[in-house]
């Protein structure tokens, strides 16, 4: 890595960069960022030209940054690939499917925001057992109201699963990871979805029950 970019790097605080063979050096890096409170520490940094500053004080003036808002991972890792990039902001699933794509080309500089990661198994003996959770329970039940009868035993099992494991503050607990990385390989757990998604299932019902809202799926012309 060129002494432009090894001083750069450590101004930065995210996940993914363009780490190959021997380079040029650079006056104008491109730095892509989604949208999204994850981001503000980039946000920061490019209001501030937080990165301009270090690279002067490194010795590295009149550096050029030029931000790229993105609206997903694919065009980044496109980006970073074909050197359109210099550096992303990206998630652990894009960051391994890189390093993979280029043999640790691409390497990860800096963790900008933390979220707990779990591998689980491949033993097919204990896929799909578990108990059933808040906010899959949610899910299933917003799908099936949608399908117009509200009395049938399903969505009453799912109301009764909800109201019975509700906590007494009114939020549900839910220890179990299920929030998808790569199936079968890694999940994520992210804490609001066991408050969210069966406060809105019950609204959802509610809605339909006191006839609020869009008809129910079948129902539309």
């Not at 949208?35 to 690279?55: C, R």
């Not at 699933?93 to 890189?98: A, F, N, Q, W």
Request: net charge positive; hydrophobic share 45%; charged share 15%.
């Amino acid at each position: 890595m060129p002494r432009a970019f090894r001083a750069l790097a450590c101004a930065f605080a995210i996940t993914a960069v363009f780490a190959g063979g021997a380079r040029a050096e650079v006056n104008e890096i491109t730095v892509a960022q989604q949208y999204g409170v994850s981001f503000l520490p980039l946000m920061m940094m490019e209001k501030n030209q937080l990165i301009e500053k270090h690279a002067a004080a490194a010795g590295l003036s009149g550096i050029k940054v030029s931000w790229a808002k993105v609206a997903g991972p694919s065009a980044m890792n496109d980006g970073l690939i074909s050197s359109a990039l210099h550096f992303a902001a990206q998630g652990a699933p894009s960051l391994i499917t890189l390093w993979d794509k280029t043999r640790g080309q691409i390497k990860g500089v800096s963790a900008m925001t933390t979220y707990p990661l779990y591998l689980v198994t491949r033993n097919p003996a204990v896929k799909g057992i578990g108990d059933s959770t808040a906010s899959q329970t949610a899910w299933a039940l917003m799908g099936i109201c949608a399908c117009g009868d509200l009395e049938r035993p399903s969505i009453q099992r799912g109301l009764r699963f909800l109201l019975s494991s509700q906590n007494t503050d009114g939020s549900w607990s839910e220890p179990e990871i299920t929030g998808t990385g790569f199936p079968r390989v890694f999940y994520l757990k992210y804490d609001l979805y066991r408050q969210n998604f069966p406060l809105l299932a019950l609204a959802t019902y509610a809605n339909y029950r006191a006839g609020r809202g869009h008809p129910q799926s079948f129902y539309r012309s």
